[in-house]
């Protein structure tokens, strides 16, 4: 057996120490006694150490002065010693301990319950570290939170519309965007009782009432202020609904699922290092319902089971819209969920029941572009017809706006549910069956948003995100066709759609993206033909072309730019530059210093998922 044998300072070995009367407290039970050997022997090692003899009448006493009879239960030590040296715990599960405890001189055992837990071991300080109490006491996550509570409760709880005018917005959202998209659940129809999430719930409504036409006289943040700009207005929202957020203060965290999710569908980023937060948010909200289980099937008997098994479609929904969006692989797969999909669909209302299904469809199109799915030969995935699916959902009674809004996703869905091979891309003669659907489709999109339901829609991100895929589709026309009468169609088409997403990138940052690349490519091809007509000595046509530009305005809508509308009446003077030269490759006479394959690769990329993730990229670069 190996006994180790205390030593001093010097390394001579020590006396053995017997304790010359236990406490009352062990007395009483019976028990060893330590805590007079521990004292005794701190005070004997502060008296024995180098540089103790001019401070031991400064020493701190050690002695109890309380009776017998009413001494309490001794404390666990503090982090630090007598002699204020950091301390570190060693458990007694460590083999570290059982070295410690029998070498070391300025180690104490752990008394706060029978027999210990371990060990306290003093460190003496490095000099070489600086003692600031910014150092020791290192900023945590609290307490970042506890300054932002602070900033929220001047600055974010205030920013809010008045009364009278989120009467308006929250009637806009009622009627438009809830029965589409019903994420806030019952919140709106029973007053909430948290101050906080009241004002958090009204300003998420604003921000997604703030896209719709009619919300443009009452985009305000205090009663006697100016009007805002749509972009001004939900920045503002939604850096407010972020902060509060960031800062804790919304604690029901089934309530702070619907924000979350809310926040990532209807929040507009304001610059390129925001491009990826809607799918953050969309991460966090799914992070979230998981931490609750939501994804888990709860009986029907349940009392919440309807708005739980509501608020699961939601974000289930959400998931795939942003993988289509930003091009992100999706976070909640079937295999982990408990529910029946098919379901939770029909047990929903008939708009967010065809809505869903919509989705479902999306969900098939999303596995033709995932890795390793890529098809070898053309490939298409079968869609039922749109009457079809409102007749099986039963939302023959629903307005025929809100119809229209859910046809654009649908139609948008057709665009991207046909896969062509890698090599094939860069042609304007895919198969058939693609080439008619896709046409088709991007024709009904614009069709719908420019001329059936101007300003009438339910103006959701699927919007925007049609008119885009309109725009790549005309686009490929416009720049792979051989024939001058289909190049002249795809140009037209590729106005009318900058057109449209013109008007909505005051709202939409990815409209706004496209506009500013769309707009730069019709700058360049118009300085082409300018160029191409001078060098062959062809008559401008431009005079020819007032006529048949009127009609063609209709397409625009109001708020428009002047530079689309002057594309406009410009592209049918140029037919007549095209037609005469059928072999002309305009983008061939384009400034070598336009980046034309940033272009190509950003429309004709956006008909794949892909490259959506590169928002912020786009951004940066067509500004």
Not at 13 to 29: D, E, G, N, T, Y
Not at 139 to 157: E, M
Request: proline letters at 7%; one cysteine or more.
């Amino acid at each position: 057996m190996v006994r180790f044998v205390e030593s001093d300072s010097t390394g001579l070995p020590l006396k053995r120490k017997q304790v010359a009367q236990a406490c009352s407290r062990c007395r009483r039970r019976k028990k060893r006694c330590f805590h007079n050997h521990d004292e005794q022997h701190v005070r004997e090692t502060l008296e024995s150490s180098p540089g103790s003899r001019g401070t031991t009448a400064r020493a701190p006493t050690l002695e109890r002065s309380t009776p017998p009879e009413l001494e309490p239960l001794p404390d666990r030590p503090g982090p630090r010693n007598p002699e204020g040296h950091a301390s570190r715990f060693i458990g007694d599960l460590s083999p570290e301990a059982i070295l410690m405890e029998a070498t070391s001189l300025c180690s104490h055992r752990d008394v706060s319950v029978r027999g210990g837990l371990g060990i306290w071991q003093s460190r003496a300080p490095d000099p070489s570290k600086p003692t600031s109490p910014f150092v020791l006491n290192a900023p945590s996550r609290q307490a970042v939170q506890d300054l932002l509570k602070a900033y929220v409760w001047s600055h974010c709880i205030a920013c809010c519309p008045p009364p009278s005018d989120y009467a308006v917005l929250r009637r806009i959202y009622l009627e438009k965007l809830d029965p589409i998209f019903p994420i806030l659940g019952s919140h709106l129809l029973t007053p909430l009782q948290d101050e906080i999430e009241r004002k958090v719930l009204q300003q998420i409504v604003s921000l997604a009432a703030a896209t719709d036409p009619g919300a443009t006289r009452h985009l305000r943040l205090n009663p006697e202020g100016n009007l805002f700009s749509r972009h001004d207005f939900c920045n503002s929202l939604s850096n407010s609904i972020q902060t509060i957020i960031d800062a804790g203060l919304i604690t029901d965290r089934l309530f702070l699922v619907r924000i979350l999710a809310a926040l990532s569908l209807y929040m507009q980023p304001s610059c390129p290092d925001e491009a990826d937060v809607p799918a953050l948010l969309n991460s966090r909200a799914v992070h979230q319902m998981h931490t609750l289980g939501l994804q888990m099937a709860s009986e029907d008997s349940h009392t919440n089971s309807q708005a739980i098994r509501s608020l699961f479609c939601c974000v289930w929904a959400l998931d795939r819209i942003n993988s289509a969006f930003y091009g992100r692989a999706c976070l909640i797969h079937e295999r982990d969920v408990g529910w029946n999909i098919d379901d939770c669909i029909a047990a929903q209302a008939p708009p967010f029941r065809l809505f869903l299904m919509i989705v479902g469809l999306l969900d098939r199109v999303i596995g033709l572009y995932r890795p390793g799915n890529r098809q070898e030969k053309e490939f298409i995935t079968e869609l039922p017809i749109f009457e079809q699916m409102i007749l099986d959902a039963e939302a023959t009674r629903v307005p025929s706006s809100c119809l229209a809004s859910l046809e654009i996703f649908y139609h948008s869905i057709a665009i991207l549910s046909s896969q062509s091979p890698s090599e094939n891309r860069s042609t304007a003669l895919p198969a058939p069956a693609t080439n008619s659907r896709r046409s088709l489709a991007a024709d009904r999109i614009t069709s719908i948003v420019g001329h059936e339901f101007l300003g009438q829609l339910s103006y959701l991100p699927i919007i925007p995100y049609g008119v885009s895929l309109s725009l790549s589709v005309s686009y490929r026309k416009m720049r792979h066709s051989n024939i001058p009468m289909f190049r002249s169609r795809g140009k037209q088409a590729f106005i009318a759609n900058t057109t449209l997403l013109k008007s909505l990138d005051d709202t939409f940052w990815t409209a706004k993206t496209m506009v500013a690349m769309a707009e730069q490519v019709l700058r360049e091809m118009d300085k082409a033909v300018a160029s191409i007509t001078q060098e062959t000595g062809l008559t401008d046509a431009s005079k020819k072309s007032d006529s048949i530009s009127r009609g063609n305005r209709e397409v625009s809508s109001p708020g428009a730019g002047d530079a689309v509308a002057d594309h406009t009446s410009q592209g049918i003077a140029d037919r007549s530059v095209i037609e005469a030269i059928p072999d002309l490759d305009v983008f061939g006479h384009f400034d070598p210093t336009f980046n034309l394959g940033a272009v190509d690769a950003a429309l004709e990329g956006n008909l794949d998922f892909g490259a959506s993730s590169n928002w912020f990229d786009w951004q940066q670069l067509w500004g």
